[in-house]
């Protein structure tokens, strides 16, 4: 099993969970993240005075899948997730050793 | 203002209801003006001092409201002495004025002219809050606000406005509280900052406001407000002049707003909200003494020049290093010498009084009494306030400790804090920015 990481923009979400929807995933986790890649942040200015924001908001989402589906939905979050502009995010997939269920105590590819 | 004694003096005193009620909500109106600008500062600052900047600006409310029923009303309005100060016994607890006495060529109840008054007298103190944002220990500032009400507030109001006040004359025209109200309020913030210094990190850290929306808020009450402040400054509306008024604020207000943010595109490339709630301040603060004695293309005039003076003028603080938080200096101070001078320039000679300014054919007299108004009561206020804050800091102590600052004055100070952001969830929706929410359980909480 593979744990699907994305940093996206925040506005791709709603894009991102139909594109996952209609791929098949049946659950997702998604919280709130803040960070900078390499356009570091943007400036604000208050009367006058400017802020240089470094961290700019993101959102993650977390999906977990079995090994043979990771690349196919790694491209389907891309193609999501893209705008083609600077700070569009990252993916990534990390191996995962074990699953379970909470409710029913399942293992594995059961419990996704 | 205290004019209308001398334009109406000929006419014997009768009540009027029309007047009377009128400017009973005018008065309503001006009391708005302080939860207001409590608004427009508390939104300015960070998350961790907003109640603080909130209770500067509410508690005069309640301390500037008592001494002024208890003697301040006397002191600036009472029988002159010296041309400094005013005082009538009757006058001290408002007890011994009938509910329907009426000065020589007033229409209005003095009990009515002493409430209006009332109000100014609540906003000014708060005005100066602005400048000592984050920092001061409540305590000190009730002290502060009670002394500084008493030696500055009610001298320089008999000053400008009482019968028999130096300045007042002199032929100094202070409509609304440009010079009595905002120079004084800006002068005297800047007396007290240079006395207890910049805040913890100025310069380094970066202090956001928390809440531009609050700010908005805060500016439009001060906006409505502004009309009793104002309209209301002639007591009055049987020749027309209080509508004068409510017109010049409004388009001094709108060309101010507009010159504030072209300057702003100009110089920093956006159009920002703070820019369009710190315009709109500045103008009203420009028209207060002028909005009288000009037209509304002269209000125009003082708006846009007032605007762009002020947008200028908020970043001295960074080339000099002193830390007024929230611009009391460059919007108050700044904006209340440019439509006291202004009027000297812009004064038509037909509204309020008979005064022209230099471009409707007066000369330059008119000028050098604005100017001999303007820096009486800059001078005045600033060296008496610094007094006052010095006095205060050498014996109660100003300022909080370092530790409290860093921390948010809100907690020492206060015992709370604005914003809940604690819950299982809680704290990550409430920082929502993205669009969608992730969690409806986690709104749930939160709310």
Redesign the interface.
Request: hydrophobic fraction near 30%; charge should be negative; proline fraction near 11%.
């Given at each position: 099993m593979k744990l699907i990481t994305a940093i996206v923009k925040?506005?791709k979400?709603?894009e991102i969970k139909e594109a996952l929807q209609a791929f098949g995933v049946q659950g997702l986790t998604?919280?709130?993240a803040s960070g900078y890649g390499r356009q570091r942040g943007h400036t604000?200015?208050?009367?006058?005075?400017?802020?240089?924001?470094d961290l700019v908001?993101k959102?993650r989402i977390e999906v977990l899948v079995e090994d043979s589906d990771a690349e196919e939905l790694i491209r389907v979050v891309v193609s999501a997730a893209s705008t083609g502009k600077i700070g569009d995010g990252k993916v990534w997939s990390v191996p995962v050793d074990s699953v379970v269920r909470v409710r029913t105590g399942e293992r594995g590819a059961d419990a996704l | 203002m205290a004019s209308a004694i001398t334009t109406l003096a000929a006419d014997a005193p009768t009540l009027s209801a029309a007047n009377t009620g009128f400017m009973l909500i005018c008065s309503a109106l001006v009391m708005l003006m302080t939860p207001g600008l409590a608004f427009f500062y508390g939104g300015m600052v960070r998350v961790k001092s907003s109640l603080n900047m909130l209770m500067m600006s509410f508690i005069s409310l309640g301390i500037v409201t008592i001494l002024w029923v208890l003697y301040g009303f006397s002191l600036a309005f009472g029988t002159d002495s010296g041309s400094l100060i005013g005082w009538n016994s009757d006058y001290v607890g408002l007890s011994g004025i009938g509910i329907t006495e009426l000065w020589d060529g007033y229409t209005i109840p003095v009990y009515v002219f002493a409430v209006f008054q009332l109000m100014f007298a609540v906003i000014t103190p708060a005005l100066i809050s602005g400048a000592l944002a984050d920092r001061v220990k409540f305590s000190a500032w009730i002290l502060f606000t009670a002394l500084w009400v008493t030696v500055v507030y009610f001298p320089v109001a008999h000053w400008v406005w009482g019968a028999g006040g130096w300045l007042f004359e002199m032929g100094v025209i202070d409509f609304a509280g440009g010079t009595a109200v905002h120079i004084n309020a800006g002068a005297a913030a800047l007396g007290v900052i240079l006395v207890i210094g910049k805040r913890v990190g100025f310069k380094k850290d970066p202090m956001r406001p928390h809440s531009l929306p609050l700010v908005m808020l805060g500016a439009g009450l001060l906006w409505f407000g502004w009309f009793g402040f104002n309209a209301g400054s002639w007591l009055g509306n049987d020749d027309g002049v209080g509508a004068v008024m409510f017109v010049n604020t409004q388009v001094a207000t709108a060309a101010a707003m507009l010159a504030w943010l072209a300057y702003e595109k100009l110089r920093h490339g956006s159009f920002t909200t703070l820019g369009a709630a710190s315009g709109a301040v500045a103008g009203l603060v420009a028209i207060t003494p002028a909005g009288g004695a000009v037209s509304p293309l002269g209000a125009i005039a003082v708006g846009a020049i007032a605007g762009v003076l002020c947008a200028m003028a908020v970043g001295l603080k960074y080339k000099f290093g002193y830390d007024d938080s929230l611009d009391v200096v460059g919007v108050h101070l700044v904006g209340g010498v440019a439509g006291s001078l202004l009027v000297g320039l812009f004064a038509t000679g037909g509204v309020q009084s008979d005064v022209a300014g230099l471009f409707y054919g007066g000369g330059l007299e008119q000028l050098g009494k604005q100017a001999v108004g303007v820096f009486s009561v800059l001078a005045y206020s600033l060296v008496a306030s610094a007094v006052l804050a010095f006095l205060l800091d050498k014996t109660i102590g100003m300022r909080v400790s370092e530790d409290d600052e860093v921390a948010g004055i809100d907690q020492i100070e206060h015992a709370e804090t604005a914003y809940d952001f604690s819950g299982a969830g809680g704290g990550a929706a409430a920082r929502s920015t993205a669009a969608p929410t992730p969690s409806a359980a986690s709104k749930k909480v939160d709310a």
């Open positions: 925040p506005h979400l709603d998604v919280s709130e604000e200015v208050y009367r006058g005075a400017e802020y240089q924001v908001p959102i | -």
